[in-house]
C-alpha cells in the first residue's frame, strides 16, 4: 500500500497528506457497559472515502461464500460436504471452507497426499462488525464521517494448490489479488472528493490517540 500511495504522489493524484495507510490499529467500542476493541487489518482513508481492510491469508483452495443453495446448483456430488460441516445454516447463510493439500513420506518413504478441510464463518460478516464498529466510533468527533467501506482481501498469493473460488453473492467488495487490490485503490483515488485533507488527518489523529500512536 505505500508503493501505492507513493505513485498516486509522484502522478499528482493525490498529495502527501491526502492518503492515509493504518496497520494493525484498534477501535473501541461499549458492549453491557464494558469498554472493548475491535482489530482492523489495514485502514486507508482517502479523499473519496474511508476503508477498511480484513485481510485473510489463507492457503489451499479457498471456496468462500458457499451455502446450501449455491452447495447444490455448483455440485450436487458436493453439497454433502457443506451439510456434515453446517447442519444447521440457513440456505442463503454463506460459509468457507478450505481444502489443503498434505505430502508426508509413509514408513516405506513412499509420498502420499492427503487433504485437510478447514471451515469459516463469511469473513464479510467480521468486515461488517468492524466497520459499523469504526463509523460509530468516527461520528462521535464528525458527523460528516458517516460511513466506512469494507473490503475482504484474500492476500496469499495464486498458484496451482492456492487459491480463491468466489461463490458470493452478498459481499460488495472482495479482492483475490495484489492487482485487484492496487486497480481498486487506482479508480477509489479518481472518484468525487468527500473529504479534506484536514479532515484526512482528523481521522488520523482519532486513530492515534486511540492506539496511542505518535
Excluded at 93 to 112: H, P, R, V, W, Y
Excluded at 152 to 167: A, L, Q, S, W
Aim: with cysteine.
Amino acid at each position: 500500500m505505500s508503493e501505492l500511495k507513493e505513485k498516486f504522489i509522484s502522478e499528482g493524484e493525490i498529495d502527501e497528506n491526502e492518503m492515509v495507510i493504518m496497520g494493525n490499529v484498534f477501535v473501541p467500542y461499549e458492549e453491557n457497559g464494558e469498554t472493548k476493541t475491535r482489530q482492523i487489518d489495514h485502514l486507508v482513508v482517502l479523499p473519496s472515502d474511508i476503508y477498511i481492510i480484513e485481510t485473510k491469508y489463507w492457503r489451499g483452495t479457498v471456496i468462500h461464500g458457499i451455502n446450501r443453495k449455491n452447495a447444490e446448483k455448483i455440485a450436487k456430488d458436493f453439497s454433502f460436504v457443506f451439510e456434515q460441516l453446517f447442519p444447521k445454516a440457513n440456505s442463503d447463510t454463506e460459509k468457507t471452507i478450505i481444502f489443503m493439500k498434505n505430502t508426508n513420506l509413509d514408513k516405506d518413504s513412499e509420498q502420499t497426499n492427503s487433504i485437510n478441510i478447514s471451515y469459516y464463518d463469511n469473513p464479510r460478516n467480521q468486515v461488517m462488525d468492524t466497520m459499523y464498529k469504526l463509523r460509530n466510533y468516527l461520528i462521535t468527533y464528525n458527523n460528516k464521517f458517516n460511513y466506512v467501506e469494507p473490503i475482504v482481501y484474500f492476500g496469499y498469493p495464486e498458484d496451482k494448490e492456492n487459491r480463491v473460488i468466489d461463490y458470493s453473492a452478498k459481499d460488495k467488495h472482495r479482492l483475490t489479488s495484489k492487482e485487484s487490490l492496487c486497480d481498486f485503490f487506482e479508480n477509489e483515488v479518481m472518484r468525487p472528493v468527500k473529504y479534506s485533507q484536514e479532515e484526512i488527518q482528523q481521522i488520523k489523529r482519532i486513530m492515534q490517540k486511540v492506539n496511542y500512536l505518535s
